[in-house]
């Protein structure tokens, strides 16, 4: 790891495909240059700790317990998807998204953060071969630093916020203290999760606090022990997430990350979304980007893509695509599912990435970084409060990192500035009544 700010942050290694994978053997950590001069001193907080309000709940108590939605805003006419989408809900996404976008368009400056990751966990109660993005031994975020982060991104303009882990309900009152005291500040709150730990009182209890979003992370339909983040063990969990989507009006979709082991299970996961009418977000299986000490699986991992998985990768790529076009909800674009062939051979080309500018994340200690690959970088880019986010040092960390990365949101970030695309992509959701999201910034 990288001791200055002018070092180098990963072991020099070679990189060929969606894996940094050498033939069958190794993994490569790509060499980083993290460039530019440290951020200015600053001068530690000598305020007294502060904590979060204790959430009322429940709010909303005829929504708590087994209730079934109202038959009105279940889907109809056929469509396994949400047909009917309520004012809140739009009041929702327009105060979360539209408006901190329109004004990062029109205020001066580069930093005007949309998004912003919430890393309240570093622990994880799973252990999925591919994931180095744990530590058990983080403790994870106070209630001080949760309540100031928060604080100061909603004095930046930021609106959305996502929880991140680890597993963010290991500790689910605080999750539920952080989701409500974010909604309450005018937040649109995303909470991803493995589901292990998500009974249908925590699921109540964030929904009652008004989360937004649901992103199930699932990779296989069995348990097996080198892909534990799956559907079978919690899918009584699931079926209630499902019917209180319709009770609370939050939405949920599936989080998938192609591997070279279950790509069956791809398949599954996808037709089990759109039975339920549930939207799937899809990954390319990726090494680190940096150094991780604490991976335990850096070598011979089964479930990295080698050049023999390409053709089947492939057509599993083009399963989902021609799924895609068939009407089945998508966080990813058909151009961005092309793009994942590329990326597993090394060739994914420049995107425009606005990390650092329009999202950041906010580690477990409150240091910042502008993205998820670079948690565990040591350059300093401030803390929250005090941003050291500098214009230069990110354009030229991005044009290796970029190549490397594949990130969804980032990349769908990237297409919203082009004004005219998101321009064509808000009309067509009008076009649709705002009936759920219909195609990507691309299509």
């Not at 744990?134 to 209630?143: C, I, S």
């Not at 069956?264 to 039975?275: N, Q």
């Not at 067509?428 to 691309?442: D, I, N, P, S």
């Amino acid at each position: 790891m990288n001791k200055t700010a002018n070092s180098i942050v990963a072991e020099p290694a070679p990189h060929h495909g969606a894996n940094g994978k050498n033939g069958v053997n190794g993994i490569a950590i790509v060499e980083l240059p993290i460039l530019g001069a440290p951020g200015p001193a600053r001068v530690p907080s000598t305020a007294a700790p502060q904590s979060l309000p204790v959430p009322v709940f429940p709010r909303h108590p005829e929504k708590c317990g087994d209730v079934e939605p109202d038959p009105r805003l279940m889907p109809r006419e056929g469509n396994t998807y949400r047909t009917s989408v309520t004012f809140p809900m739009i009041r929702r996404a327009m105060r979360g998204w539209l408006y901190p976008y329109i004004g990062s368009r029109v205020k001066p400056g580069e930093f005007h953060p949309i998004i912003s990751y919430l890393f309240t966990e570093w622990k994880c109660n799973l252990d999925c071969h591919y994931c180095w993005a744990f530590d058990n031994r983080v403790k994870g975020m106070t209630e001080d630093v949760a309540r100031r982060s928060i604080d100061w991104l909603h004095d930046s303009g930021c609106r959305v916020l996502a929880l991140m882990g680890g597993e963010v309900l290991l500790r689910p009152e605080f999750a539920h203290k952080v989701a409500d005291y974010a909604v309450r500040k005018g937040f649109w709150v995303y909470v991803p999760t493995n589901g292990r730990l998500m009974r249908p009182e925590v699921i109540d209890r964030l929904a009652d606090a008004g989360v937004a979003t649901f992103n199930l992370a699932v990779d296989s339909v069995a348990d097996r022990k080198e892909l534990p983040k799956a559907l079978q063990p919690i899918r009584s969990y699931f079926e209630y997430l499902i019917k209180k989507q319709y009770v609370y009006d939050f939405s949920v979709f599936f989080n998938i990350n192609i591997t070279r082991i279950n790509l069956a299970d791809v398949r599954e996961l996808t037709e089990i979304a759109h039975d339920v009418g549930i939207a799937t977000d899809y990954h390319i299986n990726e090494t680190p980007m940096l150094d991780q000490p604490h991976f335990k699986h850096n070598d011979g991992n089964s479930t990295y893509i080698t050049k023999e998985d390409w053709p089947e990768v492939d057509a599993t790529i083009d399963w989902l695509i021609e799924k895609n076009r068939s009407g089945y909800k998508m966080v990813n674009s058909v151009r961005r599912l092309e793009e994942m062939k590329a990326f597993m051979r090394g060739k994914l080309q420049e995107w425009d990435c606005r990390a650092g500018q329009n999202s950041l994340i906010i580690r477990t200690d409150g240091t910042l970084a502008p993205c998820f690959p670079m948690y565990s970088a040591s350059h300093d880019w401030g803390t929250a409060g005090q941003p050291c986010f500098e214009k230069q040092q990110l354009a030229d960390m991005k044009v290796e990192c970029q190549k490397r990365c594949f990130s969804t949101l980032n990349h769908n970030l990237a297409y919203c500035y082009d004004a005219s695309r998101a321009i064509r992509w808000v009309m067509k959701q009008a076009a649709h009544g705002f009936r759920g999201t219909h195609g990507g910034f691309e299509d």
